[in-house]
């Protein structure tokens, strides 16, 4: 089955919406995304959560001493900010992309968030430093007298360390596409995470890759490549591919 799905950067919502509704229908899933040449195995966990910060507010003129949302949040972005990630687990990644609130220039806001995205292959990583981000985010705010509350966007389950997948690297899937992308001259180079539609497949316990559909660069950023030659070696990998595992059965 060639399935085309939607709003993979909103949260995966296309792909979730399909294997919700096929329980049990796909043996392997090969989702084509990222950069060419790289074939991931496994899922990065991610947690999309939004910290708000509220207040009474007040003018300008009387904002002296007063409880200031606006300066709960950029104690604790910096506080966040300063988080070391331990070595040896997995490592995470995290970012901080959208800040919000705030109506006019003259007062103190009532209400103001900041939206944290959180990575890790590690489950255990990534709820440790969950807990700890609430934890700062929470200490913040009662020194300051703010209220906060928090809304979990998204939440897709960690995959697990390289260490973790040795199974999976071993097995059919991999191994085929390791030997596709070999016979056609192309970078077959593996990487034990992933952060495409393909993590939907990892966490249900589906044999699973994501593939290259083109080299390019710089996503998510005004000067975001791809070039357009490499797609036609990227779309004979995927063919042979599919033709390659007709005949194979649920792997592990």
Same mark, same amino acid.
């Given at each position: 089955m060639f399935i085309g799905t939607v709003q993979e950067e909103l949260g995966l919502n296309g792909m979730r919406y399909w294997s919700r509704h096929h329980p049990g229908m796909a043996d392997m899933l090969v989702a084509? *995304?990222?950069?060419l040449g790289r074939i991931g195995y496994g899922a990065l966990g991610i947690e999309w959560t939004r910290y708000r910060f509220r207040s009474e507010g007040g003018h300008t003129n009387a904002s002296t001493g007063k409880p200031h949302p606006v300066r709960v949040l950029a104690d604790t972005v910096h506080s966040i900010y300063q988080l070391r990630i331990p070595e040896g687990r997995g490592g995470a990644v995290y970012n901080i992309g959208m800040i919000g609130g705030g109506k006019i220039f003259n007062a103190i806001p009532q209400d103001v968030y900041? =939206?944290?995205d959180l990575r890790s292959v590690n489950g255990?990583?990534?709820d440790s430093l969950d807990a700890e981000i609430t934890a700062r985010v929470s200490a913040a705010a009662e %020194?300051?007298?703010?209220r906060w509350d928090m809304e979990r966007v998204q939440e897709i389950p960690a995959g697990g360390t390289a260490g *973790? @997948? =040795? *199974?999976?690297? %071993?097995g059919p899937l991999v191994q085929t596409a390791i030997d596709v992308y070999g016979s056609l001259g192309l970078p077959n180079g593996t990487i034990a995470s992933g952060s495409t539609d393909g993590n939907i497949g990892v966490g249900l316990g589906i044999p699973t890759i994501s593939v290259g559909r083109s080299r390019g660069g710089n996503q998510h950023t005004?000067?975001?490549w791809a070039d357009g030659p490499s797609a036609l070696p990227a779309t004979k990998a995927v063919l042979l591919l599919a033709?390659? @595992?007709a005949g194979v059965g649920p792997a592990a």
């Open positions: 084509m *995304d990222g950069g900041f =939206t944290m255990q990583l990534l %020194a300051n007298g703010v *973790d @997948l =040795t *199974d999976r690297l %071993a005004l000067t975001e033709v390659s @595992l």
